[in-house]
């Protein structure tokens, strides 16, 4: 009987310890908050008679804690979300450069950290939604967002977020500094509201009448297509979308992704992990159970991702995206995006 064991950040780290070294298992950092990723492991579990020592926290603090534990750390693998956060942990030193034909083969290359440090598994768009009834032509690209046209209208999160991060550094990335930092600052002055809240919150201004356009990221939307998200699924029919950019660089494309701890103890197993991350069922799971994207090629997708249409992604280097991150901070603070 193989089960994963759910062990919380800051609790029982001897005990993870004194397990890490054992044959057969792989200590798990992971940040995704996504009670249904419970399937991911045990069917990886049923597979190998690998048992899985899952250490869940908040993505800085995991990332905090592989540091202080330095060449003692019984992690394995760091599963995150977000091109900013992998980048982060791979200049933090905490992960390794890892060999696999598997990975090199399926994962897309623009999905792979330079020095494979860092994989993308999933992928997730961040668009624009809008009310129907009251927008009339909703913004085709990002820059459009920025526009007087829509002042007062726009409802997106704090500049804290890691996904504004990521989507900033890759205007950054596509447009230079100087678009990027007008850009920024016609948002802030096309804001309906301070920003607050999650993905989700943004989708619920647009339902409660506070917003008439939001950004956040698919799989929020998604997931209430699939089930009852309050404050959201009753009124679904009434929020539009735009894949943003389609004549130019595309959707802009948000990732969660995966590498090896720099002091893996269990190395083949984390392989072998990250390789089933990558497996057809895998890549399927993360549509099914997530809403998310697969990166692997030819994979179905969940019901309530196929309903939100073809669209062209962009494809661009997110390692590339990723050294943009420190300037799309400081034009955050420049146009005093909260
Ligand atoms: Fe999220």
Not at 246 to 273: T, Y
């Amino acid at each position: 009987m193989m089960t994963t064991k759910s062990i919380f950040l800051g609790a029982l780290t001897a005990a993870v310890a004194t397990t890490a070294a054992a044959e057969g298992e792989l200590n798990l950092y992971s940040s995704r908050h996504y009670d249904t990723d419970e399937r991911l492991y045990s069917d990886f579990e049923e597979a190998t008679g690998i048992t899985i020592n899952r250490i869940e926290g908040k993505a800085d603090e995991l990332l905090a804690r592989l540091e202080a534990e330095g060449a003692n750390s019984p992690a394995d693998i760091l599963l995150t979300v977000d091109t900013s956060r992998l980048a982060r942990a791979k200049n933090a030193g905490v992960l390794q450069s890892i060999d696999s034909p598997v990975l090199e083969d399926k994962i897309p290359a623009n999905l792979q950290d330079a020095d494979n440090q860092w994989f993308g598994f999933s992928q997730r768009s961040r668009i624009i939604f809008f009310d129907k009834a009251d927008v009339a032509t909703a913004p085709a690209t990002y820059l459009d967002l920025a526009k007087p046209e829509y002042k007062g209208q726009v409802c997106i999160r704090s500049s804290t977020n890691t996904y504004n991060q990521t989507l900033l550094a890759s205007i950054v990335t596509h447009h230079g500094e100087e678009v990027a930092k007008d850009w920024a600052a016609g948002i802030v002055a096309n804001m309906a509201r301070d920003p607050q809240g999650g993905d989700t919150d943004q989708l619920r201004g647009i339902v409660s009448g506070e917003c008439e356009i939001a950004v956040s990221n698919t799989y929020y939307f998604a997931r209430a297509i699939r089930k009852e998200v309050k404050g959201v699924s009753d009124s679904i029919d009434t929020i539009g979308w735009t894949f943003p950019s389609q004549d130019a660089e595309g959707a802009h494309m948000n990732l969660s992704g995966a590498g090896i701890a720099a002091h893996a103890p269990n190395k083949d197993n984390a392989v072998k992990f990250l390789e089933y991350l990558a497996s057809d069922s895998a890549q399927q799971y993360f549509s099914n159970g997530n809403d998310e994207f697969p990166v692997v090629a030819g994979v179905e997708l969940a019901p309530s991702v196929a309903k939100l249409g073809e669209f062209k992604a962009d494809d661009v280097v997110l390692s590339d995206v990723a050294k943009n991150i420190p300037t799309a901070q400081k034009i955050f603070n420049e146009v005093n995006w909260k």
